[in-house]
Each structure stands twice: as structure tokens, then as C-alpha cells.
């Protein structure tokens, strides 16, 4: 709900933003500036809005002298703009080119400094954000507050928009430019948002991640000090080190206590996070658009909207934060998908690469269906003449070679098996090998009479271009009318660097965001008119796997490693975010392909049940023994995938000195609870171990089973699970050390 806090003559001091468990409240200061109050715990019923932090300060500046001074620098603010007495890190900056300067014998060309407050007003539905990723309009609940300033020279007018996610403790926020004036006012920084948070009675810790392609999401945490901290990406992707999110949690908060407040982009391409700590001790937060990156030329009378940033809060640690992360994330999901059970797949790149024809398919989905799969997904290598990746991106077709009935008849062979039919494709992208490169040289992003730069032998298509943008959209409508396509793996396999359009009308700092949002618009379209395919995003793995994608593409391909141990901690990480329904995780073959390490059926198979569990190996080079496991994995899995993808995550707090990772999946009644254990290093000798399961109803009694340790069962209260755990005897050592155990916890009749 968001209110208006008005005085007695009706005029408003501030707007309280209540969200399901927080609020976010910004203060009118001096009938002119908009402070940020307070983003935490709810403070109803009314906050005070006494802001005593701005008084002169020594060696500072001063704002409004004849009045009641105060400095700037000291004043908590929504969304600061630079060269005044502000001497942090600015949300925007904006240069006019106003008649007004030179009229008055100054430079004809100023940055803008002096917004004011005008007006403020609440809208039902969703915001105008100019075709960017949002919730969607029908959203039950939702309203926005707009907020708009304007500078009387310019005549430039800045609206922050404010939108609760109802149910959550989270909002978005974004910023809207309009130009009033009579000349262009060049934007070079445009944040999503900023704000700055009030002094912490404890110190802060930065949570973020770091990670390349197939090392995604390594978590990273340390205490933040005095300057500024920096996170993104100048890739054209969010890319594999980080989605644009960051986690700011007081010192000492764990998975399951302590505050956090977490902010994450709906965007997915060049972008920056940034926490600034304060000459005294307070922190600035603030994000968006890669200033380094963009720029943005606003005609009289045009607007601009930035991509949307979500602010979540948890006073229950870093799993209380994910929760809130996850709930947003499940909306922003297409409808049709975010309540339903995906199916288990069997991928063939890591089957069969490049190397296969129609039979050798047929054949390992024969196997796949036996065990139980229930769609299978044709990888790299189905069109034009690619047999390797250097050649046909762009051209869609398929290799009668290699699939002599077409799509058409594999997909009908599939079908036959009771098997989906899925394919990969790679839209946005054409090789320089390539009957589309040859028809169309100039519809790649390149920069004139410059090398053309090159990843993966592959170039990125001009999207910014109405007729590029086109030819993209109807590939992807033709090839998803040609036949029944239940699944489409989306890939992008290369950043984007040395980019220019070869239509002059396109600035440089503004391709990249034109680009990209035509890119949105294309996905949103096709997604609304084939809302029965399941869109996977990929991005040579978790290279694009944001909020921003969201909308379009309900679950991602979190890793190129399909190492189980290298996926513990990527997954884990992912889960920060990203709820088990959105994370891709396969069973392939041992030694593994990417790291060569040896590992268990079992372990590959219950690290996959952390996600969205598949297969990425030809079950018919198992053995009998081995493809029988599989099956009652399958079996086991699909049993139980209403709570396994559906349910809430809780992340145990293991041993991490022994590398443990342990979570647990919750089924929203909680009568029924599963717990997986991973230990990745045997430790010979080592007896029992305990994992502790907060957030069970205390009276309720629990049996606690596992089809790993059949002799062994307890019956243990949800008290006894959160405050002492149960314990279990280890299991002995196994090719590949790394070892997987699942538990079930049923619910028994009530105590009382
Ligand atoms: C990327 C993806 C892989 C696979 C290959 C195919 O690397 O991440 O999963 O689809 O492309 O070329």
C-alpha cells in the first residue's frame, strides 16, 4: 500500500511505501528535496520524518543560506545529482543546452543541478518503463507513486517511480527523464535507482559474486570500508561473474538471522551496482546502466525510462532475503509457468556435441524415455552446415545430412516416445560463414573500417535495426509454426565489444540500450504468441541470468560446468536470487567433461535435484545397473518435483571448512520437508554429522527417512530440527570422494 503523509494544510512531508514485511519511506526536506527515510522493518503506524542529519557541515557546503542552512552531503538522499554540494557519487548526470544560460551571458551548455520537487501522484497498475522488463500490468494489486522534479532552466523533469510487489517485502524502482525544455539535454549516467541508507547501529558486509564461463557465481563476502565499491558488467550481458544484484547484510548476519537488503536490475545487459560508504559512515546505494557505457541524447519533448531495479529486505538473514527475491522472481515468470511442474529433459550437447544424425538422436531419446525423461532437447549442430562452431549462425535450416525427414519427422519420432520435442537456438547471432552474413554484411554490430571482433567465430546481430530486428522475430516465428517445438533453449555465446550500427541515425551510447530493448520486445512478443514453449535461457551457461530475462525465460542453464561439485557452490550462489524452478542443473557423464573429475551416479544425480533436473550423457553407454538407478531417480524425482521445484528453499548452514552444502525444500504447508547434504571431500574416519532445519512448525513431529541410509529412521520434533538437528551416520568413501544424501521429513499427527 503506499500513503501520502500529509500535513494538516493538506500538503505531503513524505510517502510510506508498505510493503509485506518493510517499508521504504522518502521525506519531502525542505519543500524541495527528496530524502530517503527509512527502507527496513515496517515503522507504522506513522514515521516521524524528523531528519536531523543535515546540519552545515564544517569545510562543507551550504544549501539554502538565507533560509535554514544544511548541507547536502549530509542529507540522506533518493536520487542525488552532482557538482553541487553533494560530494558523493551522483544517480544521474545531465547536461542542458538551455537558451536561458546563454541569454544570460553564460555557457550555452550546463549541467542540469537544481531539480525540484513539484508533484506527486498514485497510479493503479503498472508504470510506463518504455517496453522494458516489469511485472506485468494485470498483477493483482499493484500500484506505483510517482514522484516528479523538475529544473526550471533546463526544463527537465525527473520522475522516480515507486511499485510495491504485493505479498513481498520488496518494490521496484526506476527513473523517468522528460525533456520540457525547448533544447536536446544529453544524459551520460542514468541510475535505476539510489538511495542512502541510514547509519547502521552495526557495521555493513558486501555478499556479491565473481565467476567467469563455467566457474559462474562464486560468492564473495567481506566487510565494506571507507570508499566505493563497485560491481557490473561492460560485456553487453549481465554475464557468468554476477547477476546485477548485490547484498548488503549488517555484520554477522547468517542464512537464517540478521537484516538484508538486497537490489538486483530487471536488465540484462552493461550494468553497475555500487554501495559508497559515506565521509561519515553512512552508506550510499545506488545502480543501473554502465555509465562508461551509455549516453543518451533527449529531444524536446522525448522521455526516457531506465530499466527497473527491485529493493528487497529481510530482518531473517540471507534465506528470509532469497525468499523475497524468489517470490518476485516467480512473478515476474510467465503466468503460464510459474506454478507448473517442468518436465526432466535430456540435453544432447554433452551426448553427443556436434557428432550425431537422426538415428543416433532416435536413439538416445529411445533410452532416455525408458528411464523416464519426458522431453528431449536437440542442441547445437541441427542447421545449415555446422559441424563445428564456426560455421551457419543465422541460418536456420535444417541439415538434411544430418536430419533428412527435417524437425518435423524428429519431432514426431519423439513425440511417438512420449517425449517433448525441444531445440536450441542462438537468435541474435550470424557467422561470418554464413548465407545470411553473405546476404547482409552490414546487418552486424561492427565498428567501420575497424577489425571485426570475433568470440566464438560468431558476430552479434544488429538488433537496433527495425529490419534486422524483424528478420530475427520471423526466423523464430517460422521455426516455431514449422513444427510442435514444446521448448526453446535460448543461447548468446559471446559479449559485445566494438559495436556501431551501420544506420548513421544511431548514436554510439545508445546502441547498446537500443539494442537490447528490441531484443526485450522481440522475446515479449514471441513468448505472449507461443506461451505453450518453455523458453530456457543460456548464455554459454549462467552468462545472462537476470531478472530482466525473467519475464521470458522462466528457467536458465546455470552452468556450462556440469561438474557436481563445481555445481554446488554455482547453484548454491544462483540460489541467492533465483528459486530451484528458474536454475537448469543436468546429470552427465563421469570423468566429467569439464573438470575430468570422477564422481557417483548418486552424488551427479541428487546435485541435479538441486534445480531443474536433466540429463546431459546417452544413457545407452551406462550399464544395466546404472540406468536402473537412473530410473528410480527419475522416478523418485518426479514423485516428488511439487515440492523439489515448487516448494521454498531453506539453505542449511553446513561445515564449510569440509566444503558441505546442505538445503532443504520446504512444501509450503510444511508437512513435508527434503533435505539433501553434499560433502564434496571424504574425511576417513569421520562418524556422524547433524543438519539443522529451522522453520518447521515447533510441535509438529517429523520422521525423518533416507532412501541412502535404509536401517536408519528418527522422529524428531520441528523444536528438536531447528534448535539441535538430527544426526546421521556418514557413509564410507567412493570413486570421486564427493558424496550426496537425501533426506524426507514427513509430518506426523500433531503433538497437542
Ligand atoms: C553454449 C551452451 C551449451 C551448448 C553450446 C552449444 O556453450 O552453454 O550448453 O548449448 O553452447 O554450442
Not at 519511506?25 to 530524502?35: D, I, K, S
Not at 567467469?212 to 560468492?219: D, F, I, S
Not at 526516457?304 to 529493493?311: D, H, M, R, V
Request: with cysteine.
Amino acid at each position: 500500500m503506499i500513503r501520502p503523509l500529509l500535513r494538516d494544510d493538506g500538503r505531503p512531508s513524505g510517502w510510506a511505501l508498505e510493503c509485506a514485511g518493510a517499508e521504504y519511506v522518502v521525506a519531502l526536506f525542505h519543500e524541495r528535496y527528496l530524502a530517503t527515510y527509512h527502507w527496513g522493518g515496517p515503522i507504522r503506524p506513522e514515521p516521524s520524518l524528523e531528519i536531523a542529519s543535515a546540519p552545515p557541515q564544517p569545510f562543507g557546503l551550504v544549501e539554502d543560506p538565507s533560509a535554514s542552512p544544511f548541507s547536502l552531503n549530509r542529507l540522506p538522499q533518493e536520487y542525488p545529482w552532482g557538482r553541487g554540494g553533494d560530494f558523493r557519487s551522483p544517480a544521474f548526470i545531465a547536461d542542458s543546452r538551455v537558451a536561458a544560460f546563454g541569454a544570460a551571458g553564460l555557457s550555452p551548455s550546463g549541467p542540469v543541478l537544481d531539480l525540484e520537487y513539484r508533484s506527486w501522484r498514485i497510479l493503479p497498475g503498472a508504470p510506463d518503463i518504455g517496453g522494458l522488463p516489469f511485472l506485468r500490468a494485470e498483477t493483482v494489486g499493484l500500484e506505483s507513486l510517482e514522484l516528479e522534479l523538475e529544473d526550471p532552466q533546463s526544463g527537465l523533469a525527473l520522475i522516480l517511480c515507486y511499485t510495491p510487489v504485493p505479498g513481498t517485502a520488496a518494490l521496484l524502482r526506476f527513473a523517468r527523464f522528460v525533456n520540457r525544455g525547448s533544447l536536446a539535454i544529453g544524459l551520460s549516467r542514468a541510475f535505476s535507482f539510489s538511495l542512502d541508507l541510514p547509519l547502521p547501529a552495526r557495521g555493513l558486509d558486501l555478499v556479491a559474486t565473481e565467476g567467469a564461463w563455467a566457474t559462474e557465481r562464486q560468492v564473495s563476502r567481506r566487510p565494506l570500508g571507507l570508499g566505493r565499491t563497485e560491481i557490473g558488467s561492460r560485456r553487453g550481458l549481465s554475464g557468468h561473474a554476477s547477476s546485477p544484484a548485490i547484498i548488503l547484510t549488517e555484520t554477522g548476519a547468517g542464512e537464517t538471522g540478521g537484516k538484508a537488503w538486497g537490489a538486483s536490475l530487471l536488465w540484462s545487459g552493461d550494468w553497475i551496482l555500487a554501495v559508497e560508504k559515506g565521509e561519515e559512515g553512512t552508506y550510499r546505494l545506488q545502480g543501473g546502466l554502465h555509465p562508461e557505457l551509455f549516453s543518451w541524447s533527449l529531444a524536446p519533448g522525448d522521455s526516457f525510462a531506465t530499466p527497473a531495479a527491485l529493493l528487497a529486505y529481510s530482518e531473517t538473514g540471507l534465506n528470509g532475503l532469497s525468499s523475497v527475491f524468489h517470490a518476485v522472481a516467480r512473478s515476474l515468470m510467465p503466468p503460464v509457468w510459474r506454478e507448473r511442474e517442468r518436465p526432466v529433459l535430456l540435453n544432447s550437447w554433452e551426448a553427443a556435441y556436434f557428432d550425431y544424425d537422426e538415428a543416433r538422436l532416435l536413439s538416445i531419446a529411445r533410452s532416455a524415455a525408458e528411464l523416464g525423461v519426458e522431453l528431449f532437447v536437440l542442441d547445437d549442430g541441427w542447421f545449415g552446415k555446422r559441424n563445428d562452431d564456426r560455421t551457419s549462425l543465422g541460418d536456420w535450416k535444417e541439415n538434411p545430412a544430418k536430419l533428412p525427414g527435417g524437425l518435423a519427422r524428429l519431432a514426431e519420432g519423439l513425440h511417438g516416445l512420449g517425449l517433448g520435442f525441444g531445440l536450441w537456438m542462438e537468435p541474435e547471432m550470424v557467422s561470418a560463414d554464413s548465407e545470411l552474413y553473405r546476404a547482409h554484411p552490414d546487418w552486424c554490430l561492427a565498428l567501420p573500417s575497424r577489425l571485426p571482433s570475433e568470440g566464438r567465430n560468431q558476430r552479434v546481430l544488429d538488433l537496433s535495426r527495425a529490419e534486422v530486428a524483424e528478420h530475427v522475430e520471423a526466423q523464430l516465428r517460422s521455426l516455431l509454426g514449422s513444427c510442435p517445438i514444446d521448448y526453446l533453449k535460448w543461447d548468446f555465446n559471446r559479449p559485445l565489444a566494438r559495436v556501431g550500427s551501420a544506420d548513421p541515425s544511431i548514436a554510439e551510447g545508445e546502441l547498446r540500450f537500443r539494442w537490447l530493448r528490441n531484443l526485450y520486445g522481440i522475446l515479449g512478443r514471441v513468448a505472449a504468441d507461443f506461451p505453450e514453449v518453455l523458453f530456457e535461457g543460456c548464455a554459454g551457461g549462467g552468462g545472462r541470468m537476470d531478472f530482466g530475462m525473467l519475464p521470458f525465460f522462466p528457467q536458465f542453464w546455470a552452468s556450462d560446468n556440469t561438474d557436481p561439485v563445481w555445481r554446488l557452490g554455482i547453484q548454491r550462489a544462483a540460489s541467492l536470487l533465483f528459486p530451484p524452478l528458474a536454475i537448469g542443473a543436468h546429470v552427465s557423464a563421469s570423468p566429467n567433461h569439464q573438470s575430468g573429475r570422477l564422481s557417483s551416479l548418486r552424488t551427479r544425480s541428487l546435485v541435479a535435484m538441486g534445480g531443474i533436473y536433466g540429463f546431459e550423457l546417452d544413457p545407452g553407454l551406462l550399464s544395466a545397473a546404472e540406468r536402473a538407478a537412473l530410473a528410480a531417480d527419475i522416478a523418485w524425482y518426479r514423485e516428488r518435483r511439487g515440492i523439489l521445484q515448487l516448494g521454498e528453499l531453506l539453505r542449511l548452514e553446513g561445515r564449510s571448512e569440509w566444503g558441505d552444502v546442505a538445503w532443504a525444500m520446504l512444501a509450503p504447508d510444511r508437512g513435508r520437508a527434503i533435505a539433501f547434504w553434499c560433502r564434496p571431500w571424504h574425511r576417513p574416519g569421520a562418524g556422524s554429522f547433524s543438519l539443522v532445519i529451522e522453520g518447521l512448525p515447533e510441535s509438529l513431529l517429523y520422521r525423518v527417512v533416507s532412501p541412502d541410509l535404509p536401517a536408519w529412521s528418527r522422529l524428531l520434533s520441528g523444536a528438536e530440527l531447528a534448535r539441535r538437528g538430527f544426526e546421521f551416520p556418514l557413509p564410507g568413501p567412493e570413486p570421486g570422494e564427493a558424496r550426496a544424501l537425501v533426506f524426507e521429513l514427513l509430518a506426523q499427527a500433531r503433538r497437542d
